[in-house]
């Protein structure tokens, strides 16, 4: 049940002090152009997407040559290119600033503190820039990363890519397997790993992992000092420096930035992997760099000084993300760990003592300080939080709320959905308009956004396919080891021709906002209607004793039966009185057709390294198919406990 109010309106005062509104009247000026509003900008943005692309170029003050053409062959989505003469540096454009002020702080639970000034970041990207030359390392070739979400990493990842050098990272506790199942791929020329960490209070030890795996990579290693001894680790190995040996012979000097062509390769991010091995997705400096300034800089209202704060690791495209508010002179907050250790408040605690401006997380972390009875707004002084961003799954219309009610009542609250595909958002917050209940507030500048049916026709308020109608920069450039292309169209855009098909189950709502219903593929399809998971968990999961929840649709006599697992809150048991709860809740809150056929209770749900639940993979448990990468969930252990249930069987 949708309210008749927004949660939050801004003010007319608000609207005229965002960088938003003085970007359309810098537009208006700059292309003799008037608009209305934000539809009407958004229109023109993807109408006149070369003119709109130059508009954030120029405005945001982009570092390098933006060449002639903005945009050729716009009309076919894979052969679109952006600003094909055009050259730039990305780490340049990220480390414009100077001085003694903070560019990073960072926090590893209560285990370790510290920060970098913009002259600190400056002078250790210098030092480790010529230290990856002298080793040979430049454009091209790749660095591969298994570090926790500390200085040090954003250090090196500018160091690499101020040389032309193509970062990719994941967190340090992906297993072996899942370190090789990605890292293996792209054959980098050097490994980067932390000597350790923590979680929960307690040293996870890295070194038989990060030996392993400079063994079969067979590679050099270079050991970053956090939580364990570096310099053991570093000696165990058979080419092993530490971070201090390795930068050593070099004094601090002005950084150099060569200057590389718009498309030249950035990033090699992965796919979950949880039905192969993961995809290797390459994306550009300057897509991604036009990108994240104009969702930072517009979207989010970001400014410099600001403090911007997201809960991620490195294995989460959210990091990269994070890193480019650089750009916009921002300082950035870094977290590593668990987020409820000691306890449930210690993101908060953070968020007061530094003054985070933007606090983003996830939605199953809203729902869990929800469920733990966490209130920060009757504990913690938030008054500079103005813009909370939330991702990784669809935020129940109950998270919503609870963000207003026990969080902060007058801050925006901006849930955002895109991913790893393009390393930003479809569809995202919006300073110009209200945050109604449930909804993301509408579609990014610049991405021709919509919802097709089956027949590949546009609908409003009935659900359906996500998908992208033009060219935009941050498409991949490719996929690694895909000369001919074939996996990158199949991705994209075997379902309707010419035309980015996210895999993402949709809805325009009568407010143009948008509700995500869950994973196009991981939708149910009973009686032959198709319903998105999220509509289910946004019941379940308001029960009390339900902690968290499956589903899945379940091949049986001939049609999909839906099945709903349920992990139960502490001290529940699932009887009788409670499934019938259950049902009556899906029923009311839904629909009959949503009422799950059996529900089972579990111990555990399985998960990826970033949160998010596992549906394929479930389902293909229970339907006795082989799970083909087990190393890519953070809990593959879970998978188990879905395997022959005698529930299932009648």
Same mark, same amino acid.
């Given at each position: ?157 500018? *160091? %690499? +890519?101020?040389?032309?050098? #193509?970062?990719?990272?994941?967190? @340090?506790?992906? &297993?072996?397997? $899942?370190? !090789? ?30 030996? *392993? %795996? +400079?063994?079969?990579?067979? #590679?050099?290693?270079?050991?970053? @000092?956090?939580? &364990?001894?570096? $310099?053991? !680790? ?43 091995? @993961? ?372």
């Amino acid at each position: 049940m949708q309210s008749d109010r927004p949660l939050w309106t801004p003010s007319e005062s608000f609207i005229a002090q965002t960088p938003m509104r003085a970007f359309m009247t810098w537009c208006e000026t700059r292309f003799s152009r008037r608009f209305a509003d934000y539809d009407a900008f958004h229109d023109w943005s993807v109408v006149e997407p070369g003119d709109f692309w130059i508009a954030v170029w120029e405005h945001c003050g982009v570092i390098g040559d933006r060449g002639a053409e903005a945009l050729v062959h716009g009309d076919v989505m894979l052969d679109a290119r952006f600003f094909p003469d055009a050259t730039l540096n990305f780490a340049e454009n990220l480390l414009t600033r100077t001085g003694g002020g903070d560019a990073l702080i960072f926090r590893g639970e209560d285990k370790a503190a510290s920060r970098l000034s913009w002259d600190d970041l400056q002078a250790l990207v210098s030092r480790l820039q010529q230290a990856l030359t002298a080793m040979g390392i430049g454009k091209g070739d790749r660095v591969a990363a298994m570090m926790p979400n500390m200085p040090e990493t954003i250090a090196l990842m500018l *160091a %690499v +890519t101020s040389i032309g050098g #193509i970062w990719s990272s994941c967190s @340090p506790d992906f &297993g072996e397997q $899942g370190v !090789l199942d990605r890292f293996g791929q792209i054959e980098p020329k050097l490994f980067i790993a932390c000597d350790g960490y923590w979680y929960g209070g307690k040293l996870q030890d890295v070194s038989v992992k990060v030996q *392993a %795996v +400079t063994r079969k990579l067979a #590679i050099p290693a270079l050991v970053i @000092p956090y939580a &364990g001894d570096a $310099g053991s !680790l570093a000696l165990s190995l058979e080419d092993g420096r530490t971070l201090s040996e390795f930068i050593a012979p070099f004094e601090a000097r002005p950084v150099e930035y060569p200057r590389l062509p718009f498309s030249h390769p950035l990033y090699i991010l992965f796919s979950s992997g949880t039905t192969g091995v @993961p995809k290797c997705i390459v994306h550009s400096a300057g897509g991604t760099l036009l990108q994240h300034l104009k969702e930072h800089r517009f979207h989010c209202g970001l400014r410099e000084d600001e403090k911007l704060f997201y809960f991620t690791t490195c294995g989460w495209m959210m990091w990269n993300w994070l890193v480019s508010g650089l750009a916009v002179g921002a300082t950035l907050c870094l977290y590593d760990g668990s987020p409820f250790h000691p306890d449930g408040n210690v993101l908060f605690d953070y968020a007061q003592a530094e003054k985070f401006a933007i606090f983003g997380t996830s939605a199953k972390y809203i729902d869990a300080v929800r469920k733990g009875g966490f209130t920060p707004v009757s504990t913690h002084d938030l008054s500079a939080l103005r813009l909370m961003t939330s991702t990784g799954s669809p935020l129940s219309p109950e998270g919503f709320s609870f963000v207003y009610e026990g969080i902060k009542p007058d801050v925006q609250l901006a849930s955002i959905s895109g991913g790893t595909d393009i390393v930003s958002c479809f569809v995202l917050g919006n300073p110009l308009k209200p945050v109604w209940r449930g909804e993301i507030q509408g579609p990014g500048l610049g991405l021709a956004m919509d919802v097709w049916n089956d027949e590949g026709k546009p609908v409003r308020r009935e659900k359906g396919e996500l998908v992208c109608t033009r060219a935009f920069p941050s498409m991949p450039v490719m996929f690694w080891n895909d000369p001919e292309g074939a996996k990158y169209r199949a991705a994209y855009f075997e379902r309707f021709d010419n035309i980015w098909c996210h895999g993402d189950f949709a809805e325009w709502t009568e407010h143009d906002g948008i509700i995500i219903h869950g994973r196009s593929d991981a939708t149910l399809n009973p009686g032959g209607v198709r319903i998105g998971t999220a509509e289910i968990y946004n019941q379940v999961e308001q029960m009390e004793e339900v902690a968290e929840a499956l589903c899945i649709g379940q091949d049986w006599d001939d049609d999909v039966r839906v099945v709903l697992f349920v992990r139960l809150a502490a001290g529940f048991v699932l009887t009788e009185a409670l499934e019938k709860a259950i049902k009556a809740r899906v029923r009311t809150g839904a629909t009959p057709r949503h009422v799950p056929a059996r529900i089972i209770a579990v111990a555990d749900i399985p998960r990826t390294k970033s949160g998010k639940i596992v549906e394929l993979a479930v389902r293909d448990v229970v339907h006795g198919r082989v799970v083909k990468n087990k190393e890519a969930l953070a809990n593959p252990e879970a998978l188990d406990l879905f395997a022959n249930l005698p529930q299932l069987m009648t």
